[in-house]
């Protein structure tokens, strides 16, 4: 899936600060933060709609989002702790309704922390 | 709260084998059910949804129709293949205005050739 760009892939970290980025090409108006630990199912930890956030799921403090434009989101992570380590999957979404949405995933990126 | 249940672990086939995964759904009204796919390495890929009562959603050969009466939207598919090995999830739109997915614990499909 090239129309949902993440980066980096994949990152090792030990108790520092990174950035994960994500761009979509979908004029989409929604874009959403997924995390999925080994064997279980996507977890929502953020959502934007429109650039403002509508959702923030009770994640820790240490995960701040940022969406500098309605195609683009970031994920600003401090002091990651063991139990960060997971993919990350950005998605969006042509709208937030109440329906329900269509998402669309891009490829993940792979944290883990040593 | 809205919740999803679907069969649990892994299903073990033959290629050509007719496959059949259960979704169970608790929410109010009419939720949008989904199905996803999720290959080793990706994110999960939307496979097709249904948003209302017996309406049928299908793609590359799956298919499921909504069930209100047994709050189900089982997939289903005639003829497996080894490329179809994955990971499949169900998953429901929240009913509380949330714009959130609510999604299965997942099933394992394993296709031997």
């Known amino acids: 899936n090239t129309k949902i760009t993440q980066s980096p892939r994949y990152l090792i970290l030990g108790r520092a600060n990174k950035s994960l980025e994500c761009e979509q090409h979908l004029g989409h108006n929604a874009m959403y933060w997924y995390k999925q630990s080994a064997e279980k199912p996507p977890e929502l930890m953020f959502l934007?709609?429109?650039?403002?956030?509508?959702r923030n799921e009770t994640v820790p403090s240490r995960f701040i989002p940022e969406c500098p434009d309605s195609s683009k989101l970031l994920l600003h992570i401090s002091a990651v702790d063991p139990e960060d380590s997971a993919v990350y999957f950005c998605a969006s979404s042509q709208e937030r309704t109440a329906s329900g949405n269509t998402l669309y995933f891009g490829e993940g990126s792979r944290l883990i922390v040593v | 709260g809205d919740s999803v249940t679907q069969t649990e672990g892994q299903v073990a086939l033959s290629e050509e084998d007719f496959l059949t995964i259960h979704c169970n759904y608790s929410?109010?009204?009419?939720?949008?059910l989904f199905w996803y796919v999720q290959y080793p390495g990706e994110g999960p890929q939307f496979l097709f949804r249904a948003s209302r009562d017996k309406e049928k959603g299908s793609s590359r050969g799956f298919e499921a129709t909504y069930d209100k009466g047994t709050t189900s939207f089982h997939l289903r598919k005639a003829s497996v293949q080894e490329s179809d090995s994955a990971v499949y999830y169900c998953?429901?739109?929240?009913?509380?205005?949330?714009?959130?997915?609510?999604f299965g614990l997942g099933t394992t499909l394993q296709v031997q050739p």
């Open positions: 998953a429901l739109g929240d009913t509380g205005n949330t714009g959130k997915l609510i």
């Open positions: 929410a109010s009204g009419y939720p949008a």
């Open positions: 934007y709609n429109l650039k403002q956030l509508i």
